[in-house]
């Protein structure tokens, strides 16, 4: 006789291939009245694109974010992203108070984000807004004027 016990499924365990999918796993996560202050929560997806179990709250970040802020935190994200399998990848969530729409300090905020991003060589899986109305992607054209 085996006592071996079956493994146990969780959701959490579930790939997130979709950004809805991450939207939904964030709202299951993160609870509107925590998302009533300015700050950045970290999640790390592996290769097969699961959640890590680390979540990384930032808390008290400017409306206004300094390059080099934004750079020195990249930078930690392609430290903490080395030591993973290759394709990890990290969702990026803004927090706010106000409504569910995307303003001009998101769009500098995920601009700027995307662009250090880059230069670290960090894979980014998506940034995103969550305020206590609600989530959304903060796509890259989002806020983009044709030639600009």
């Given at each position: 006789?085996?006592?071996?016990?079956p493994?146990?499924?969780?959701?959490?365990?579930?790939p997130?291939?979709?950004?809805?999918?991450?939207?939904?796993?964030?709202?299951?996560?993160?609870?509107?009245?925590?998302?009533?202050?300015?700050?950045l929560?970290?999640?790390?997806?592996?290769?097969?694109?699961r959640?890590?179990?680390?979540?990384?709250?930032?808390?008290?970040?400017?409306?206004?974010?300094?390059?080099a802020?934004?750079?020195?935190?990249c930078?930690?994200l392609?430290?903490?992203?080395g030591k993973?399998?290759?394709?990890?990848?990290?969702?990026?969530?803004?927090?706010?108070?106000?409504?569910?729409?995307?303003?001009?300090?998101?769009?500098?905020w995920?601009?700027?984000?995307?662009?250090?991003?880059?230069?670290?060589?960090?894979?980014?899986?998506?940034?995103?807004?969550?305020t206590?109305?609600?989530?959304?992607?903060?796509?890259?054209?989002?806020?983009?004027r044709?030639?600009?």
């Open positions: 006789m085996d006592d071996a016990t493994p146990r499924y969780s959701p959490l365990d579930d997130l291939r979709t950004d809805e999918e991450i939207l939904d796993r964030i709202g299951q996560l993160i609870q509107p009245e925590s998302r009533e202050w300015r700050s929560v970290l999640f790390f997806l592996d290769g097969a694109a959640t890590l179990p680390v979540v990384v709250p930032v808390d008290d970040v400017p409306e206004d974010p300094e390059p802020i934004i750079e020195n935190l930078w930690i392609s430290q903490v992203l993973q399998e290759p394709d990890a990848s990290v969702v990026i969530m803004m927090t706010r108070p106000g409504e569910a729409k995307a303003a001009a300090t998101d769009l500098i995920r601009d700027r984000l995307a662009s250090a991003a880059a230069g670290q060589g960090v894979r980014v899986r998506l940034i995103c807004l969550a206590p109305d609600g989530l959304l992607t903060l796509s890259a054209d989002q806020g983009r044709n030639g600009t």
